[in-house]
């Protein structure tokens, strides 16, 4: 097929690398303008540029879509037969959305409708998932409210962060989106309309999402742990310094702790949560200024108490 590619983050990098090896033609990719980053704050290129130029493809990086007559024309004299959307991070225009003949195909990382929105895998993790996957759906005028044209799932491993689950649902991703345009040049495809009233979201998270609330259970706050890596992380309070929580165990604890107290037990220091017989084991912390460092050390070089009270 004849496509034009938008999209900008490492997510959406195995998908256009397939595409482009399969033969699909890609006169076009467009992604995110260059933003700076790191200490310089030099400009950076995002990953999708990086292997568009690695593929030798034609790249453009629009401020804006909406209204871009000089953007929407180019796009017209392309006539593609589809847009393949991927973390792009911008609204479709219902003009773009009317182009092509087979629509604008959206790979999604979740099995909607659970999960729309800008962070289906962190909070599928955080949610205590077992069970994820990848969508292609047609992009309508909504948020991730499109007809469904593929699903494949994949299993959530206890020990999966959203850092190692990410390049699993890219990868299955990938494989998933030229299923799609097979069958879509083949006419095997039926489109499926989502069920609405099954619809969950998945915001954009915030650093207040990283703060350890211990009225929650431990295996929440370590499924939320293992969700908001590497950003915003699980952080609380020591004596009215930011910590940051860097290794978690939810373990059974029969001593009585109320959320947020400590227990110092030998080399281990754990922290109540709710519920009666379970706490949140800390691993490993780091304080704000501070280097990362086992719950021995801290033990050692901060000398907390059994008693005392993170958070406060």
């Known amino acids: 097929m004849n496509l034009v590619f938008c999209g900008t983050p490492r997510f959406a990098v195995p998908t256009i690398e397939r595409l482009a090896e399969v033969g699909h033609s890609i006169p076009l990719v467009v992604t995110q303008p260059d933003r700076p980053r790191g200490r310089g704050m030099e400009l950076a290129f995002s990953p999708v540029k990086e292997s568009a130029a690695r593929l030798g493809l034609d790249v453009i990086q629009p401020q804006a879509i909406k209204n871009n007559a000089e953007f929407r024309d180019r796009l017209t004299a392309i006539a593609p037969d589809a847009i393949i959307v991927v973390g792009y991070g911008r609204i479709i225009p219902q003009w773009m959305i009317d182009l092509p003949r087979f629509g604008n195909l959206n790979l999604h990382a979740s099995l909607l409708p659970k999960y729309r929105g800008a962070a289906p895998i962190q909070w599928a993790i955080a949610n205590g998932e077992s069970v994820t996957g990848v969508t292609t ?16 799932e994949l299993l959530i491993e206890t020990t999966d962060t959203s850092e190692t689950l990410a390049p699993k649902l890219a990868s299955k991703g990938a494989a998933l989106m030229i299923d799609t345009l097979t069958r879509l040049s083949q006419g095997t495809v039926r489109a499926t309309s989502q069920d609405n009233s099954q619809a969950t979201l998945a915001p954009i998270l915030t650093k207040e999402d990283g703060r350890m609330d211990f009225n929650r259970s431990a295996e929440d706050l370590s499924n939320r742990f293992r969700g908001f890596q590497p950003w915003p992380g699980a952080f609380t309070t020591f004596k009215a310094k930011t910590m940051q929580a860097r290794s978690v165990h939810p373990t059974r604890w029969e001593q009585k702790l109320a959320p947020a107290e400590i227990a110092v037990d030998g080399s281990r220091l754990l922290v109540g949560c709710a519920g009666s017989d379970s706490a949140l084991e800390l691993v490993e912390v780091q304080l704000e200024g501070k280097r990362r460092m086992t719950a021995s050390e801290f033990i050692n070089g901060y000398r907390p108490r059994s008693g005392d009270r993170l958070g406060v």
């Open 137 to 152: 759906m047609r992009i309508d005028a909504g948020l991730d409210t499109g007809d469904i044209l593929l699903q494949d």
